[in-house]
């Protein structure tokens, strides 16, 4: 069994919104397993959070990159937000995007691939910026989308520079219709992914063990009522459709209307564009998610510095 260290207990306050006490016993049953002491908070009706969300903590720069029927994102961490307002580390972000678009988003590819004018691959260019900026730094990972016909639209939140920022989204739209208005659609549906964080486009995109795991949370929140099983079936069906429509993209609420499904919106842009709109996929990165950053104190930091 993990010592429950106070670490741990801060870190599972800040995760479920449960009281210190609560957590602590929350640890001690689940044997100091983080994510199952967030279930059994949640089976006692102790915690509002439904999913447990990664610690943004790494600084640096999402890039992104999108050309017609293919799109490609970044991100390239550092270890201060000084450097992403680096004009060279912005450029370097900037020229790695679009590598990552000529190589499909494949990431040992991107590493190996030649770098603009340095005569080095980007492993090697990177490995020359550490030395020169003063920070370790890291491309950390990378994805693309391509559709057959139609477009892939990008989008970049909390914009730092053209292309660059701290939450970047790729949508993919496959459609026969006309260009410009799918154009406008992609860009307005990867704004709502950069709000709306979904997990996968439909239900069977659903990641299995997270859908089993929030049926087994459901089903012991329904128990608790004391009803049949029959009828606590029922109750976590009706949960779970909940669940879809905070999760899964085409069931979700369009952020600009606030009213329309996604997918009763890809109904209506049909009639608009001139032939039937489908999501072929969506990549969403935000900078340092799942990323755990030492905590420091920093009058310390300082006086270590100085010698203090």
Known sequence: MAEITAALVKELRETSGAGMMDCKKALTESGGDLEAA??????????????????????????VAAEGTTGAVVEINSETDFVARNENFQEFVRNVAQIALEQGGDLDKIQAAPYPGSGNSVADKLTAMIGTIGENMALRRAAGITVSEGVVCSYIHNQTAPGLGKIGVLIGLASAGDKAKLEALGRQLAMHVAAAQPQAVDRDGVDASALDRERDVLSDQARASGK????????????????????????????????????????????????PVTIAGFVRFQLGEGVEREEQDFAAEVAATLGG
């Open 38 to 63: 967030v279930d059994w908070l949640r089976k006692k009706g102790l915690a509002a959070a439904a999913k447990k969300a990664g610690r943004v903590a790494a600084e640096g720069l999402v890039g």
């Open 228 to 275: 049949p099983e029959e009828i606590i079936a029922k109750m976590v069906e009706g949960r779970l459709r909940k669940f879809y429509e905070e999760v899964v993209l085409l069931e979700q609420v369009f952020v600009i209307d606030g009213e329309t499904k996604v997918n009763k919106v890809l109904e209506n842009a049909a009639k608009d564009v001139g032939a």
